[in-house]
């Protein structure tokens, strides 16, 4: 049987990665998430080369995998499809609070780094932006388990944006990253809309969790 691998941009496989894993097991994350019995929907947006998609794929009956920067989403693909994750489809396109296209801006020295909002470089791509709203109607999805948003600063007008709100009762689960902005109105905004804490923000950039109430 052919062992499973991950791969990386080029050859490089920085430390933070792992220690991004290390933080969100320590966290227990995933506690309280409530998938069903028979899996559930995990949509990862700001996917990378899929490392939270590994993590959740096999309990999962289908992963949706976002990333937007063209250089990553080919090492995502690759990561998919050498792994056989048959229940995990890639998309290449940044989520975001309005359709149409968007400038990424490719932090230097960290092929992980990009952001539509953040001005990280000169380094650009002109990518396809689209509403969560408007991803989940294409795809026909009724129903989303858990919604992953690591989008480098993009959470917050994602949350904020209108039709976000008439997809939230379609939520069960959020997992968010916070990206040195003041996170306090979209924490709000997420309650407001249903959803109790599972973990509160310990730092400028740190992850939280919440779940349906």
């Not at 409530?34 to 998609?53: E, M, R, T, Y």
């Not at 992953?148 to 997992?175: M, N, Q, T, Y």
């Not at 996170?183 to 309650?191: A, K, S």
Request: net charge negative.
């Amino acid at each position: 049987m052919r062992q499973k691998a991950i791969f990386y941009p080029g050859e490089w496989e920085p430390c933070h990665l792992h220690g991004t894993l290390d933080e969100m097991a320590r966290m227990r994350l995933y506690d309280g998430l409530q998938w069903p019995k028979a899996g559930g929907v995990l949509i990862d947006a700001g996917a990378s080369i899929g490392l939270v998609s590994a993590q959740l794929q096999p309990q999962a009956q289908h992963v949706y995998a976002i990333e937007a920067d063209p250089a990553i989403f080919g090492v995502l693909v690759r990561n998919v499809t050498y792994n056989r994750w048959r229940n995990v489809t890639p998309f290449s396109f940044a989520l975001a609070d309005y359709d149409g296209t968007a400038v990424l801006h490719r932090e230097v020295g960290n092929p992980f780094g990009a952001s539509i909002l953040m001005p990280l470089s000169q380094d650009t791509v002109t990518v396809t932006a689209k509403r969560l709203s408007t991803f989940m109607r294409e795809q026909g999805i009724e129903r989303v388990d858990v919604l992953k948003l690591d989008v480098e600063g993009a959470e917050h007008a994602i949350v904020a944006e209108e039709s976000f709100a008439d997809v939230a009762p379609r939520i069960g689960s959020i997992l968010m990253e916070c990206h040195y902005l003041d996170v306090r109105p979209t924490l709000e905004r997420i309650r407001d809309l249903g959803f109790r804490d599972l973990v509160r923000p310990f730092g400028p950039k740190s992850i939280v969790a919440f779940r349906r109430c």
